[in-house]
């Protein structure tokens, strides 16, 4: 490893090369900034990366010459990108993109990783992202570091040697921060419907944000509850030090918390660095359906943008307009259902923040179905649960009228009429 500085270490990435940017709020801000003052010099880069926390600048419209975006997962900072053209989206689920890199089938010539300072045995650690970061450093010709005391020392993959990486630069800045929020009464219904279908034992999958952590906030009656889930955030935390998340019941790294990368604040950070009770796991292996399922009573929080009164599920789009990706849902959902006694969930408000309903006829035009009504077991609002796996489409007609916004109910029961003839008669109260 040579310590240069942001310039010489950006200075062997060509034009026409491939580079893999490290994800979410391990994102190397500084390797990023200082590749973007080589846009005049650069045409045809392309970036490839998860969801990533903070500035894209290599996004932007004046710089599309210079770089083209790949985003395995659409965030905020690309999604105007992608929307004009000027960024691609590769849907993919996110246990299979590490084969991607390894196969040679999406070749990476470069990775800007940000990682912890290295131990007394010369080992770094990629910390809050391990994810598909970790194969993409195996696979990348060159490794290129930031290096930063603030990023947490994770154990479980992220370990990487110093001779395994090229060139670094030292960095010293807090990593993107994103605290919880505060929570509606239409989150907390949700989370008090979904806590009531966790049983003692069970094996969490929760994503981030306001659902997720409405989930979490319910379950401080449960005992021993474990957590293994492609992410994770600060709600976990309360849960660990109130003795409800203990892990005792699970098959797979018993007593841990698994997960492949973390978004929270500081607290979040903190929490997580050098705590063996966290393993940090490669998503080609958290995701995999196998190993999932192998816990018990894996229950599998995910969310949904749209869902049809069929049980189609719309994740990751809003009509023909990209939103985020595909993601883990599908490897989760999966999974949950594979597991002894497991629940996969799917949940949403019933209406969006305009007052949209989100329970619909039919999806909109373009929309892209990322779980299918074959997959769907129960579905959660803020006015109640329902299962509707092995149930017949006017009896999930029926059953998802019921949980919808009160007001969008008969518009729906006249639209699943027309479709499927006489519904069955309204489940009581």
């Known amino acids: 490893m040579r310590l240069v500085t942001p310039a010489d270490a950006v200075a062997s990435i060509a034009s026409g090369q491939r580079v893999f940017v490290h994800s979410v709020a391990a994102a190397p801000q500084r390797l990023i900034a200082a590749l973007v003052e080589r846009a005049g010099e650069l045409r045809d880069v392309e970036l490839v990366h998860l969801h990533t926390e903070g500035p894209a600048p290599y996004a932007a419209s004046a710089l599309a ?114 605290p919880p929020s505060a929570l509606t009464e239409v989150e907390r219904n949700i989370g008090r419907h979904i806590a009531a279908l966790v049983e003692d034992g069970a094996t969490l999958q929760l994503g981030i944000g306001s659902i997720p952590d409405a989930v979490l906030a319910a379950l401080g009656g449960h005992r021993d509850l474990g957590i293994h889930t492609e992410m994770f955030s600060d709600g976990v935390i309360d849960l660990v030090e109130a003795g409800v998340v203990t892990g005792r019941c699970k098959r797979t790294h018993p007593g841990k918390i698994v997960g492949a990368f973390i978004l929270g604040s500081r607290r979040l950070y903190d929490f997580v660095d050098d705590n063996p009770q966290v393993a940090m796991l490669a998503v080609d292996y958290v995701n995999d359906t196998s190993v999932i399922r192998r816990n018990p009573k894996v229950t599998a ?123 069955p008669m309204r489940r009581s109260a």
């Open 65 to 178: 010459t210079s770089f083209r975006t790949s985003a395995l997962f659409v965030g905020a900072n690309v999604r105007a990108a992608v929307a004009s053209g000027e960024a691609d989206y590769v849907p993919i689920f996110l246990s299979e993109v590490p084969a991607l890199f390894r196969s040679g089938r999406m070749p990476l010539d470069a990775a800007l990783i940000q990682v912890a300072p290295p131990d007394r045995h010369g080992f770094c650690s990629l910390g809050t992202s391990v994810d598909v970061s970790r194969a993409a450093v195996t696979a990348a010709r060159r490794v290129i570091a930031e290096i930063n005391p603030r990023m947490p020392r994770t154990h479980g993959d992220g370990q990487l040697h110093v001779d395994d990486i090229d060139e670094a630069i030292e960095v010293n800045y807090e990593l993107h921060e994103r």
């Open 301 to 423: 929080v995910n969310s949904a943008i749209e869902i049809d009164i069929t049980g189609q599920v719309v994740a990751d789009s809003i009509g023909t307009r990209q939103f985020s990706g595909v993601g883990g849902q599908m490897d989760f959902i999966r999974g949950a259902s594979l597991s002894p006694g497991g629940k996969p969930i799917i949940a949403l408000p019933s209406r969006t923040k305009r007052g949209e309903p989100r329970i619909v006829p039919v999806l909109k035009p373009g929309a892209g179905v990322v779980t299918t009504r074959a997959h769907v077991h129960y579905v959660v609002t803020e006015y109640g649960a329902v299962y509707l796996h092995g149930v017949g489409l006017r009896d999930r007609a029926r059953a998802l009228i019921d949980i919808a916004h009160p007001d969008d109910r008969e518009a729906l029961e006249r639209a699943a009429t027309a479709r499927f003839g006489r519904l």
